[in-house]
């Protein structure tokens, strides 16, 4: 209750930072009427099922989003816009945000930053060892915490962790004062600082102030920035370090782009491919480079090399030589390039929709503005080596992970083209709404397992009782959908260069892309994975293990005993079954019994034949022994 | 892109989004089936405002449906999303489909339900109310508040233009008073008509509203008036317009215009006014509920053993008794473990009403009013929809109730019944 009210009283005080006159005036009107409209609502549902917190989460983020309409329509004078009240802005909505948060554990890299900072503040050293037998003393909350795979181990067995400590470094002072919570509030003032200085970035770059306003709030408030802003990863320091960096040689100003670079490549070593193109670029612009600035650039990609010495015993940490190699695999670049775009639970399109206006931005590259040409072209190499790896989707992460330092960047591309996506930008706003509110009722949900399906595509199987996963491209685990939506987006990014789509037919295209949707997922697929939410199971288990590491790298399935059974829609015909079982099953499919032969070990995958009478629902049992089993497949004729 | 190439796209537009709703929406309710006209109404709507923002309330109408099963609150749902498209169009040069539109999802809904001519002429006066009021939500609130049944109540809408017409200038404001004052004590079954007549009066060009010549539009800018904050209202009930148009109290004008009001003054104010609104609603009681379902004649009694209780709550109606403005239909005598009578409550005109006097083929003539305390118990759906007449009456009495004893008045009209419906115990 008192933390609802912090939040609605804070909510309140945003109209006073920004708005004024007649802005004032309407605003508030609308917002009385939006308090007028909630509790009406809430009273006429009062004996509905419904999430009452989610209620309540949405409703303030539709609040955040009236505010944000009003700062995009309202008339210059009067609005009080400034790059520095965008920054508390910024500020005091990730820190209402904040308590959402806390509602789960930190999850992923975050308890290791925080357990260094805990060895920092109270050991004055780096090695985690009594972090990790006093567990339960950590403000991690985690009694579970293990050393990460590839964790360093110094010469009297000492435990390091795997991450560069600049950022533990930079949560010591939050942490000193509030703990866990201080550390956010430290994550949080980097979003604003990031905040303020994307809106410089703007300025800088001849965006509008009125452009400025009606995007900023896509990209302050929306994923991933936002989330990346209230949890403890390296990404929106970067992000803000970058911005600086980009705005630091565009100004030719070496006292503000050199610190932010080191900063950048001193949060996290992969930075250094950033690092080495803006350089390039930076040094490319002067005719001859003086001794002092070559050994300030080598000072700049010494240090980290040396602190990750230091630390690990290896100069590229975890890092190892192949890794370079990695590019000449074209076809694992190709995956992780359009994953990264068009991915369900890890791409841009479904994750944060706003930037594929961005992606767009990159085929008119020579009428951009300079900021955004040298900011993607400074991300080239690294997305280069980010995009065959198998990791490409950030792991166990909130989505976007690896690519939230282009985000800046993108949205500056957004805003050159915003005359031109005005039609698009309520679809994508009310997406960003919804992601928002999702991710902050549900805050353990921006953790998504590896498994090919997304939140969005768990959530509709089991409304629709169909596989809509199939529908929602995965690169993780390769569907049609992956397929269409590649070509589809290349043909939309080339068509868009000669064709100008009529306004009125896009939300149209929309709701009938919807409406499919819904028809088909309704429908049987050709193919079902056993693991998927659309299948009801009754007994047996995920495989692997929900948290095994790089789950990805394994073909997933539903380990099924005696007695287990589940149900899914199937197509009527010839299928085969894939499975992998080491003393053989019989199961029953229907009325027909059949029989899983040994396939010898966990990794050795068989298939069998079934047929099945008619499309429909389909229930499969296990009647003795066990199996995995992976997936049924549709015998196409 | 030509002024005739931009038509053909709105009309694709519409076609394309009616159809998407048919293919993805299934019909559960007369509401979930009448989608296809919703999103052609959104596309009016877009079309007038020329805005395409206005047009994702389509795919947002088709995630609804799919999305939230809860009958109640997806077709509240509904009515949210409809309601942010009126918002935007309230402000569009193009008034007059606007005007059909809001007409058109507060009154023929469902379809089949329609009298054509009926709703003709209706829509005809409410054109009119726009010619003279240049108010969007006059003349939709007009048209909304006015009776299908009888004839002579089609009247309502021309008698308003007229009025916006021809009435003076300094008597608009006695004329908003009258129609404010008169509601109080006028029928009930009046009251939406006086409470719209009220908004057209206070509407009109040269009243208290100033417009730019030939618009519907505010000179003063997009101003969020009382009466359009009430018009989105109804529109977010648009699932059960024909409940809601005359069982939203005219009170809810007041609050409506309070909050307004109120609002412009502070955001602050807003969102306090909003969080006691929001953490200071009654707590609800919940009820044990027992179905009696028995209609009592004249004189005849029913008696009705209930568990020991100090508060029962007996939720009964009348049944042909719309032409009554008062009196008493029974009495309820609450006994003891002893059968002494230790409490006794009338069941009078205003506890309850006629079961069906909201039907809209019977509230304009009847006489009865909203119980104080309603069942809330709706019916039907869109201009159909209509509350009952059901009335919920509490007995309380010093000791424990064990038996209760129902007598219909011995004066009611020999056609006449007093309904029994249920018969609720608070839970412990």
């Known amino acids: 209750m008192t933390m609802t009210l ?21 605003y508030s009107a609308a917002d009385a009427a939006l308090w007028a409209l909630f509790a009406a609502l809430a009273l006429l549902t009062r004996d509905a099922d419904v999430d009452r ?259 690990s015993g290896s100069a590229t940490n975890v890092h190892e030589a192949y890794e370079l190699r990695a590019p000449l695999a074209l076809g694992n670049v190709a995956r992780g390039f359009f994953g990264l775009l068009v991915d369900g639970a890890a791409g841009i399109a479904f994750q944060a929709p706003l930037y594929l206006i961005g992606i767009f931005a990159l085929i008119r590259w020579r009428a951009m503005p300079e900021g955004f040409r040298l900011g993607i072209s400074s991300l080239g190499l690294y997305l280069l080596y980010l995009c065959p790896r198998s990791e490409w989707h950030g792991g166990w992460s909130p989505p976007l992970r690896y690519i939230t330092i282009a985000m800046p960047f993108l949205a500056l591309g957004c805003a050159a083209l915003f005359d031109r996506a005005r039609a698009v930008l309520p679809p994508i706003a009310i997406a960003t709404a919804a992601l928002v509110a999702h991710g902050v009722a549900y805050p353990w949900r921006l953790f998504h397992i590896a498994s090919g399906e997304s939140a969005m595509g768990e959530w509709l199987s089991i409304l629709l009782h169909g596989d809509a996963s199939r529908l929602i491209p995965s690169f993780i685990r390769l569907n049609n959908a992956a397929i269409v939506a590649s070509i589809a987006l290349v043909v939309l990014v080339i068509a868009s260069r000669f064709i100008s789509v009529p306004r009125m037919l896009i939300a149209p295209a929309l709701a009938l892309a919807v409406a499919f949707g819904v028809v088909a997922a309704r429908r049987p697929g050709d193919r079902i994975d056993f693991e998927d939410a659309h299948v009801m199971h009754e007994g047996g288990e995920l495989y692997p293990w929900v948290y095994e590491v790089a789950r990805f790298a394994y073909r997933g399935g539903w380990v099924m005993k005696a007695g287990d059974s589940m149900t899914f829609l199937a197509r009527g015909g010839a299928s085969t079954i894939q499975y992998a079982s080491k003393s053989g099953a019989t199961m029953a499919l229907g009325d027909r019994t059949f029989t899983l032969p040994p396939t010898g070990g966990q990794f050795d995958y068989g298939a069998v034949r079934v047929e099945l009478p008619r499309d429909g629902r389909t229930q499969l049992r296990c009647i003795s022994g066990s199996a995995n089993l992976d997936r049924m497949v549709h015998d196409a004729r | 892109m030509t002024r005739a190439a931009t038509n053909i796209g709105w009309l694709l537009a519409a076609a394309a989004s009616a159809y998407a709703c048919l293919v993805a929406v299934p019909g559960t309710t007369p509401i979930d089936r009448a989608l296809p006209l919703v999103a052609l109404l959104v596309t009016l709507l877009a079309w007038s405002a020329e805005s395409t923002a206005v047009q994702i309330a389509v795919p947002l109408l088709i995630v609804a449906a799919i999305a939230v099963p809860d009958e109640r609150l997806r077709l509240l749902t509904y009515g949210v999303i409809v309601a942010a498209a009126f918002a935007r169009s309230l402000f569009s040069e193009a008034a007059i489909p606007v005007v059909i539109a809001g007409i058109a999802l507060l009154r023929w809904i469902p379809l089949d339900g329609v009298v054509v001519w009926r709703e003709a002429l209706i829509l005809f ?126 009170a809810l004008l007041v609050i409506v215009a309070a909050i307004a009001i109120v609002g412009r003054l502070s955001p602050i104010v807003a969102a306090a006014g909003g969080l006691t609104l929001l953490f200071c609603m009654p707590a609800t009681t919940t009820f044990d509920r ?41 009495t309820i005598e609450a006994l003891d473990a002893k059968q002494h009578v230790i409490a006794t409550r009338p069941i009078a005109i205003g506890d309850v009403a006629d079961w069906g006097f909201m039907r809209r083929e019977h509230l304009f003539a009847s006489r009865n ?22 009335g919920r009456v509490t007995i309380d009495a010093a000791r424990h109730i064990e038996t209760l004893r129902i007598t219909a008045a011995p004066s009611l009209p020999r056609i006449a019944s007093l309904q029994i419906e249920s018969v609720e115990l608070p839970r412990r």
Not at chain 1, 13 to 26: C, H, T, W
Not at chain 2, 302 to 310: E, K, M
């Open chain 1, 6 to 26: 912090f939040v609605f009283a804070a909510l309140a005080l945003l109209p006073y930072a920004m708005f004024r006159g007649r802005a004032q005036r309407r």
């Open chain 1, 53 to 311: 917190y989610f209620a309540l989460v949405a409703f303030a983020v539709v609040k955040l989003s009236l505010f944000s309409l009003f700062l995009a329509i309202s008339d210059e004078q009067d609005v009080r816009w400034s790059a520095n009240r965008a920054a508390l802005i910024a500020l005091v909505v990730y820190g209402c945000a904040i308590p959402a948060m806390l509602q789960a554990p930190i999850d992923g890299d975050e308890p290791y930053y925080l357990l260094v900072t805990e060895s920092l503040v109270h050991d004055r050293d780096l090695d985690l060892t009594n972090q990790y037998a006093n567990l339960a003393a950590s403000q991690t909350g985690r009694s579970d915490l293990k050393p990460q795979q590839g964790d360093p181990v110094g010469r009297h067995g000492e435990r390091y962790s795997r991450h560069e400590p600049l950022l533990s470094f930079l949560l010591i002072p939050g942490y000193l004062i509030a703990g866990l919570p201080g550390a956010l509030i430290t994550m949080a003032l980097f979003g604003a600082l990031l905040a303020r200085s994307t809106v410089r970035m703007f300025e800088d770059e001849g965006i509008a102030d009125g452009t400025t306003r009606a995007v900023f709030p896509l990209i302050a408030f929306g994923p991933p920035i936002f989330f990346f802003a209230i949890r403890i990863w390296p990404e929106v320091p970067a992000a803000w370090m970058l911005v600086e960096a980009v705005r630091g040689v565009r100004q030719r100003r070496a006292a503000r782009w050199i610190p932010a670079l080191f900063a950048l490549v001193l949060l996290k070593l992969r930075f250094m491919l950033v690092a080495i193109v803006l350089v390039f670029r930076a040094l490319v612009a002067r005719r001859r480079i003086t001794a002092k600035q070559f050994a300030i650039v080598a000072l700049l990609f010494a240090t980290p090399l040396v602190v990750a010495f230091l630390v």
């Open chain 2, 125 to 250: 006066g409410a054109l009119l109310v726009l010619r003279f009021t240049r108010s969007v939500p006059a003349a939709v609130l007009v048209a909304a508040a006015t009776p299908l049944f009888p004839l002579k109540a089609l009247a309502f809408p021309f008698l308003i233009a007229a009025l916006a017409a021809w009435l003076p200038r300094r008597f608009r404001v006695w004329a908003v008073v009258g129609f404010g004052v008169a509601v109080v004590f006028a029928r009930y079954s009046f009251a939406a008509m006086l409470v719209a007549a009220a908004v057209a009066m206070w509407e009109t060009e040269g009243g208290l509203i100033v417009r730019r010549p030939g618009s519907a539009v505010p000179q003063s800018g997009r101003t969020i008036s009382p009466p359009s904050v009430l018009l989105l209202l109804l529109i977010v009930l648009f699932a059960w317009s024909g409940a809601a148009i005359h069982a939203l109290p005219p």
């Open chain 2, 290 to 330: 027992t179905k009696v379902d028995t209609a009592l004649k004249p004189s005849q009694s029913l008696t009705i053993d209930v568990a020991p209780s100090r508060r029962v709550v007996v939720t009964a109606s009348g049944a042909n008794v719309s032409s009554m403005r008062s009196g008493t239909l029974g």
């Open chain 2, 369 to 390: 009013r909203l119980p104080h305390d309603p069942s809330w118990r709706l019916i039907g759906y869109g201009a159909e929809s209509w509350f009952t007449g059901a």
